[in-house]
């Protein structure tokens, strides 16, 4: 079980990390106004975040779930 919730868990990541570039870089262009390298670097970043934030969630569900 911990070998599937673990493999769940990447999909998670990298799934989240695919959706939230988009959105995170709009997000950073209107409301933070960055543009060029600092752009890249911060919505590289809050995609990172997102997506370690919904790996780890997947991860302590399946925790939970482990121990019944």
């Known amino acids: 079980m911990r070998n599937v919730i673990?493999?769940?868990?990447?999909?998670a990541f990298v799934l989240?990390?695919?959706v939230s570039r988009d959105a995170t870089r709009?997000?950073?262009?209107?409301?933070?106004e960055l543009e060029g390298l600092a752009l890249w670097i911060g919505s590289f970043?809050?995609?990172?975040?997102?997506?370690?934030?919904?790996?780890?969630a997947v991860l302590q569900?399946?925790?939970l779930f482990d121990h019944g």
């Open 26 to 32: 709009g997000f950073l262009e209107s409301w933070v």
């Open 61 to 63: 569900i399946g925790k």
């Open 16 to 18: 989240v990390f695919v």
């Open 45 to 56: 970043v809050a995609s990172l975040a997102l997506a370690g934030l919904a790996a780890g």
């Open 6 to 11: 673990t493999a769940v868990s990447f999909v």
